[in-house]
């Protein structure tokens, strides 16, 4: 199911962005007269294709190969590598007829499209839920293995400075900008006393190999209800209760539980809970319960799902500020700044050989199994997912490489500036040689992805 569910979200997402992406440069070449002969979701090798449907003078289709897109404009050397229209006269609905600044806006399109489709999530979801503040006075809860467990950062901790300065919510401290600085230092309270802790130099091909940055703020394993005839009711456990350990280990995130439940079923645990007597006007914390409340014993069975029948009480910290359409349009485009900024540097670290190639890309099945696992954090996840993805594909079409917008870009630019055209023959020939180093990255990413899952 958990591979249904990752091909699923997978075609969403490239369904999503490619559709954008390829619209950019649809309706900018419409914008200035040129024809445009096929508009395709994924590729349609050896024909191969789910529809197509012809509309005009333009061809629109779903290929069978759900691994990106194309937009094939007349006259233009591109991914078909179409060489039908050389002999003839440049037609006047043809790319290669047009002014060299408006051929510039088309290649661009894509790339522009794909930033406003992340500037409009941004802006959507900003506006819709408000901007969200967690209070950093929530402890931390840090997985194993991950970037923050290396600096020393422990569960329980609470984050006091980032690289020196004083952060109010946890939305600041893990501000997306402090990855891409020079160094990465974290000041913590434990136990009363505040601790400098530095992150290593590789810290992004951390949190790539891990696909999560492993920290966030502690979900204390708080019982909301205690479902009838299922394991934990028939056991004695009650709702308000708070867990605390599990086969003699001590627990502090509903994480934890979880994934301890879950990979005992069908056979018996021990849950050690605490429960306070509802009082009417006093409020029953999870440091009250600590502190105050009797402790139980139990011996539970979770059944063939790895389930006792709980569920959680949320209790964490979490405000949504409402903000006006303005506010959130320039929070929007602010954050799209933000994480387009944050793309380009993580890049530049890669190539200059600071971040692990190897751990710091992925092709489709990382970007599957991401694209699955954030779906099921909600859908809000999930369009972030989708915002970082779009941005990630207009940062990596710029680049000046043959067979991309980029490439395609700095071609037309030199044409402009020398004031002829380049000769056909020396054109194909770089874009058959940026194919072949596409089609052959492509392949080592693809064998990355399944050596490095």
């Known amino acids: ?33 040129m024809r445009v002969e096929k508009f395709y979701i994924g590729f349609d090798f050896w024909e191969k294709r789910l529809w197509k449907k012809q509309i005009g003078d333009t061809e629109y289709g779903i290929g069978l190969f759900p691994l990106g897109g194309y937009v094939k404009i007349a006259g233009m050397v591109d991914e078909s590598l179409d060489t039908n229209f050389q002999n003839s006269e440049p037609e006047p609905w043809e790319f290669r007829a047009k002014p060299v600044w408006q051929r510039l806006i088309v290649l661009a399109g894509g790339v522009c499209m794909n930033l406003i489709l992340a500037a409009t999530i941004f802006i959507g979801v900003t506006f819709v839920l408000g901007e969200a503040r967690t209070s950093v006075n929530t402890p931390a809860f840090v997985e194993k293995g991950s970037l923050f467990e290396t600096m020393g950062i422990k569960t329980g901790d609470r984050l006091q400075l980032a690289n020196g300065k004083t952060v109010a919510s946890w939305e600041e401290a893990l501000d997306p900008e402090l990855f891409m600085a020079q160094s990465l230092n974290y000041t913590i309270l434990r136990d009363g006393k505040s601790i400098l802790l530095k992150a290593p130099s590789n810290a992004l091909s951390k949190i790539n190999e891990t ?3 492993g920290i966030r703020p502690i979900v204390p394993p708080l019982i909301d209800e205690a479902l009838e005839n299922m394991p934990a009711r028939n056991a004695g456990i009650q709702s308000g209760g708070l867990i605390t350990s599990i086969n003699g280990h001590a627990v502090s995130d509903w994480t934890e539980v979880v994934g301890i439940i879950s990979s005992h079923a069908a056979t018996p645990i021990t849950i050690t809970w605490q429960y306070l007597q509802p ?33 959680l009480k949320t209790t964490l910290a979490t405000e949504r500020k409402k903000v006006d359409i303005e506010s959130s349009i320039v929070s929007g485009f ?36 991401i694209a699955s696992q954030s779906a099921e954090q909600g859908p809000v996840s999930f369009l972030y997912f989708l915002a970082m993805l779009s941005i990630s594909l207009a940062i990596i079409n710029i680049l000046p490489v043959p067979a991309l917008d980029g490439g395609q870009f700095v071609l037309n630019a030199l044409e402009g ?22 089609l052959a990255l492509f392949a080592y990413i693809l064998i990355n992805d399944i050596f490095n899952p």
């Open 334 to 369: 602010n954050q799209t700044w933000k994480m387009s900024s944050m793309t380009v540097q993580g890049f530049a670290k890669i190539f200059t050989g600071k971040e692990d190639f190897r751990k710091s890309v992925g092709g489709p099945i990382k970007i599957a199994k």
């Open 279 to 311: 009082v009417q006007g006093r409020t029953i914390t999870p440091e009250l319960l600590r502190t105050e409340g009797k402790t139980f014993v139990a011996t539970v069975t979770p059944n063939a799902s790895g389930k006792i029948g709980i569920s």
């Open 1 to 33: 199911m958990d591979f249904l569910s990752s091909i699923f979200f997978f075609i969403v997402a490239i369904f999503i962005l490619v559709t954008a992406h390829e619209l950019g440069h649809f309706l900018t070449a419409k914008l200035f007269g």
């Open 211 to 213: 696909q999560s940055l």
């Open 417 to 438: 500036i020398i004031r002829r055209e380049i000769p056909f023959a020396i054109k194909m020939r770089i874009q058959q040689v940026g194919m072949a180093l596409l």
